[in-house]
């Protein structure tokens, strides 16, 4: 996710959640957020989180180290890809010029048909 916020050079920041805002079964949270000019403010786009034992207790998931070792709970991570609309808003919010344009960013103008621009259409 922090991958393709960096391909698509939007703004963002990475933060690591206190235990007071993380989850039930969650040891550790990181957050990326990204800057929406309309709220003035960064918001949350992903989420991944290291779960240790807890899910895999609940599954039942297990592993060996080897073949004559007792089995042991593997551990597990919780993540999200990026939220789809809230993606479109910070494109839209962070590539806007003065026109009301939108400035298509660098990383998807290959699947816009080569276009760097969208607008209204023009009469």
């Given at each position: 996710a922090?991958?393709?916020?960096e391909?698509?050079?939007?703004?963002?920041?990475?933060?690591?959640l206190c235990?007071?805002?993380?989850?039930f079964?969650?040891?550790k949270?990181?957050?990326?957020?990204?800057?929406?000019?309309?709220?003035?403010d960064y918001?949350?786009?992903?989420?991944?989180?290291?779960?240790?034992?807890?899910q895999?207790?609940?599954?039942?998931?297990?592993?060996?180290?080897?073949?004559?070792?007792?089995?042991?709970?593997?551990h597990t991570?919780?993540?999200?890809?990026?939220?789809?609309?809230?993606?479109?808003?910070?494109?839209?919010?962070?590539?806007?010029?003065?026109d009301?344009?939108?400035t298509?960013?660098?990383?998807?103008?290959?699947?816009?048909?080569?276009?760097e621009?969208?607008?209204?259409?023009?009469k």
């Amino acid at each position: 996710a922090e991958a393709i916020l960096e391909e698509l050079e939007l703004p963002y920041r990475r933060v690591i959640l206190c235990t007071g805002d993380l989850g039930f079964s969650s040891s550790k949270t990181y957050d990326l957020e990204v800057w929406l000019p309309s709220y003035q403010d960064y918001k949350e786009i992903s989420s991944c989180s290291n779960m240790t034992d807890f899910q895999a207790r609940r599954a039942n998931i297990r592993f060996k180290r080897d073949k004559d070792a007792k089995p042991e709970l593997v551990h597990t991570l919780n993540g999200s890809g990026l939220a789809v609309g809230r993606t479109f808003a910070a494109i839209v919010e962070n590539y806007q010029n003065a026109d009301g344009s939108i400035t298509i960013p660098k990383a998807l103008v290959p699947f816009m048909g080569g276009k760097e621009k969208i607008g209204p259409a023009t009469k």
